[in-house]
């Protein structure tokens, strides 16, 4: 089964119209709020890129103060730097909270690099020792002094820099120093420990930081709104498909269907394999918005070789589709968005709303090819020494129709006996697309046509 080259541009246009209505623009305040954001899961380039969209809004709104939610086993060396980059060179004030459970490795990293570092009770810091990703799935400590010493120098400066203890960095780097909330407010690893965000607020408000090399006195006043800001749904794509499991996995599935699309003389599925492979370069530490852009060139590419090259539209077509969706999906992070709980569902609902139908419609589009490409054949290439029935009265030499197996076929009586409707003939010969049939036997009749 074949689409149609409109039906594949208008589904393209659809979904980007349905991608924009799912950014709606930012509220207003009377007065600036305070921004918080969450950061759960593996730290990774999308991550990274969510922290500086914070920021970014942050200014842009005069909040006062930006709140990270750390929540994290830890993740990416390069995505930690540039986070810890980004909170050094910040001119909103930013507060680091060890949320529910823990901040491990560069979880830490960024809560000591944020201007204000708390923790909620029986939560958890440290271990900041970096590790590689063994061929068996493992985790192996690097002891490279090259790789630790500027991890370990780059906590002492943000522990330095917020007066807070700096020994403890060669402990979080090199004995992969682990501490409960208490033990880090004892040995002045961090500065508070609250239970809930707005006893925190109470707290840092009106305490003094030092920013930019500047001291800076954090003022919330009476009224100032919270608002937590979520990930965007592009950077949420990202941060999914950053994951190495579901990267390998993408990965796997890839090298798959190449094997099964060389197998089975299927090799348009190839397309579809070299995209999945292109996905799941997200899962290797490659740059977020340059694979978006690979993405979105090579599925363009491929879809106009669809169009323009290939007769009909099929699995390369399909896969240029797909990569088009996820490349704009991962690029288009938009900025930041105030949106309650009803808008982020409307734009929730936008989404599915073009997406379930075009799944649900590749499912059955699938299913139906299925179907149809098990299906036996009705008849052999050569009808010759098949027996039927006539569906019209034939002289000698005259012709008519009849049905040989299920088909409808033209024939021509090549007998000396007349062929009556109903009668039971048999194909002798083939004259171009006419068959050349005699008649058999002597029942005839409108029972036999009942069957037909």
């Not at 240029?320 to 105030?338: D, E, N, S």
Request: glycine share 10%; with cysteine; proline share 7%.
């Amino acid at each position: 089964m074949r689409l149609g080259p409109r039906l594949a541009v208008i589904v393209v246009l659809v979904f980007a119209a349905a991608l924009l209505a799912a950014h709606p623009a930012s509220g207003s305040y009377g007065r600036p709020p305070v921004i918080v954001g969450k950061i759960t899961g593996v730290v990774d380039a999308s991550t990274a890129d969510y922290v500086k969209s914070l920021i970014d809004e942050a200014v842009s709104r005069g909040s006062p103060l930006l709140v990270l939610e750390l929540n994290t086993p830890g993740g990416s060396l390069d995505a930690a730097l540039r986070i810890s980059m980004l909170l050094r060179r910040s001119p909103v004030p930013v507060v680091g909270y060890v949320v529910d459970h823990w901040a491990m490795s560069a979880g830490t990293l960024i809560l000591m690099c944020s201007d204000v570092a708390a923790m909620q009770p029986d939560t958890l810091i440290g271990a900041v020792q970096p590790v590689v990703v063994t061929p068996e799935g493992g985790f192996q400590p690097v002891n490279e002094t090259k790789i630790l010493n500027p991890v370990y120098k780059e906590i002492e400066l943000c522990m330095r820099m917020h007066g807070r203890n700096f020994t403890l960095a060669r402990l979080f780097v090199y004995h992969n120093l682990v501490l409960t909330a208490d033990e880090a407010l004892k040995l002045h690893a961090v500065d508070y420990v609250a239970p809930d965000l707005y006893t925190l607020l109470a707290k840092v408000n009106g305490s003094e930081v030092r920013m930019l090399g500047l001291r800076e006195r954090i003022f919330l006043p009476p009224g100032t709104p919270v608002v937590y800001q979520p990930m965007p749904p592009g950077l949420q794509v990202a941060h999914i498909l950053s994951d190495p499991l579901v990267s390998s996995l993408i990965t796997s599935v890839a090298m798959l269907v190449i094997l099964l699309a060389l197998a089975s003389g299927h090799p348009h599925l190839i397309a579809l394999g070299i995209g999945l492979m292109l996905i799941g370069l997200l899962g290797i530490g490659s740059s977020v918005s340059l694979v978006a852009v690979a993405l979105m060139i090579i599925g363009f590419i491929m879809l106009l070789v669809e169009l323009l090259v290939i007769p009909g539209f099929g699995a390369v077509g399909l896969t240029g589709i797909l990569l088009i969706v996820v490349g704009a999906l991962v690029a288009f992070t938009g900025k930041p968005v105030y949106i309650a709980g009803e808008s982020l569902q409307a734009a929730l609902y936008t989404l599915l709303a073009v997406v379930a139908p075009l799944a649900g419609f590749m499912v059955v589009a699938v299913y139906k090819v299925v179907k149809v490409w098990k299906k036996p054949p009705t008849y052999s290439p050569s009808p010759v020494g098949k027996t039927g029935r006539a569906l019209d009265d034939m002289p000698p030499s005259g012709t008519g129709f009849v049905m040989v197996e299920g088909e409808y076929w033209e024939a021509r009586n090549v007998g000396e006996e007349v062929i009556k409707k109903g009668d039971k003939v048999v194909v002798v010969g083939k004259d171009g697309a006419v068959l050349l049939v005699r008649r058999v036997g002597g029942e005839a009749g409108s029972e036999i046509m009942n069957n037909y």
